[in-house]
């Protein structure tokens, strides 16, 4: 009896423990639905949102294809190639795919160089600018895409990925010029330049394109480029307008000068461009209302202004750290005007890769702007000409 007593009570508890956990199993169940469809629904918000927003545009300019800088942090040199693809489309209807990690090779190099003549007091990173592409096509020139291996096919990945490559490569540099040195290693040239062959490729003396064969330079004198028809443009209060500067920011390391304006005219000098038929390179700040849809946008609280502008930089809440093409004008449902705008960031956002950007947002954001100076209103173009650099 007490044996069957004690076989119930437990029976009892069981079933007790089994209701409770089933009420907990429904309750995380509960739970968990209620975190994905919340989740679901601030995802249908977005999307339902951002199509709220439909554009007209107004005027487009032919780019090339959208590409994916990947894990790299190589924004400056996709967009630069992109903008000068776009300017060979615009001179001659000719599409090329220009060889972007052949820009990496030769500018990581150069960076790796001038830090050590600079004895470590610079500053080797993935980063750039508008500048170093021409550069080191004025120096080595350029090869197509299929001339070196695609980006990141060294390394296993389908993209380019420096997410090892570069860590290595800034120990090794840094390493050039320790405190105990008293001067750099013997051929340290020679070490640094393997480790970047070893991830991204070498730099082909020749290769053969459409039937001929080429070397970089020849290739390069081939596009119909010339590389004193490109400046860049600014616009900040901390030197004077009408003047060249070099703009302090760290990925600016080969210190070439941009032009000083007003931004109201730095604004007015985009708009004629992009009529005109001319692409232009856009570097700027990219934080805070930069979305990953492929809007960006002002909210109405803020209103640009040269004050502004200056205050941002000054303080660090803006910094250089994008580099993107802009190539035409739309407006929105309500008439608002818009910057359309090719990233390098795959086929990404609503928007297959383009970016829409209220022209309040440019305004503010714009670090420069790099462009052919035949775009440039006569006057500007004969100021700059008349200004030493």
Not at 246 to 267: C, D, F, T
Not at 297 to 313: A, F, G
Request: some cysteine; charged content about 20%; overall charge neutral.
């Amino acid at each position: 009896m007490e044996k069957n007593n004690y076989l119930c009570i437990e029976n009892e508890i069981t079933t007790k423990k089994t209701k409770a956990m089933r009420l907990l199993l429904l309750l995380i169940a509960v739970l968990i639905t209620s975190v994905v469809s919340a989740q679901e629904n601030l995802q249908k918000s977005a999307i339902s949102t951002s199509e709220q927003k439909t554009f007209t545009v107004l005027k487009e300019n032919p780019i090339t294809n959208v590409k994916n800088q990947w894990r790299s942090g190589t924004c400056w040199d996709y967009a630069t190639l992109g903008y000068l693809e776009s300017e060979i489309l615009r001179k001659t209807g000719r599409t090329y795919d220009l060889c972007e990690m052949f820009v990496v090779n030769k500018d990581y190099m150069d960076c790796a160089t001038h830090y050590v003549r600079m004895h470590g007091y610079s500053q080797i990173s993935e980063g750039g600018s508008c500048d170093d592409v021409l550069d080191v096509i004025r120096r080595y020139g350029i090869c197509p895409e299929n001339a070196m291996p695609a980006p990141g096919s060294l390394t296993g990945d389908s993209l380019a990925n420096f997410k090892v490559f570069f860590p290595e490569l800034e120990r090794m540099v840094s390493g050039i010029v320790r405190k105990d040195a008293n001067h750099p290693l013997t051929h340290w040239q020679d070490s640094v330049q393997a480790l970047i062959e070893k991830y991204v490729g070498r730099c082909p003396e020749t290769f053969v394109y459409e039937g001929r064969t080429y070397t970089p330079m020849s290739f390069a004198k081939s596009l119909g480029l010339n590389p004193d028809d490109y400046v860049s443009l600014t616009s900040y209060t901390h030197h004077p307008f009408n003047s060249w500067f070099v703009l302090e920011a760290p990925y600016k390391w080969r210190l070439k000068p941009s032009y000083n304006i007003p931004i109201g005219q730095l604004m007015q000098v985009l708009d004629r461009a992009l009529d005109a038929g001319y692409t232009v390179a856009w570097g700027a700040d990219v934080t805070g209302n930069f979305t990953r849809t492929g809007l960006a946008m002002l909210p109405d609280s803020i209103v640009p202004s040269q004050q502004l502008r200056q205050q941002q930089w000054d303080d660090w809440r803006f910094t250089y750290d994008h580099v993107m093409l802009i190539y035409g004008k739309a407006v929105d449902e309500q008439g608002k005007p818009y910057y359309m705008v090719k990233n390098s960031w795959g086929r990404s956002g609503m928007y297959q890769g383009i970016w829409y950007m209220s022209a309040d947002y440019i305004a503010l954001n714009t670090t420069y702007l790099f462009l052919n100076r035949h775009a440039l209103p006569k006057k500007l173009r004969k100021a700059l000409q008349n200004e030493c650099r």
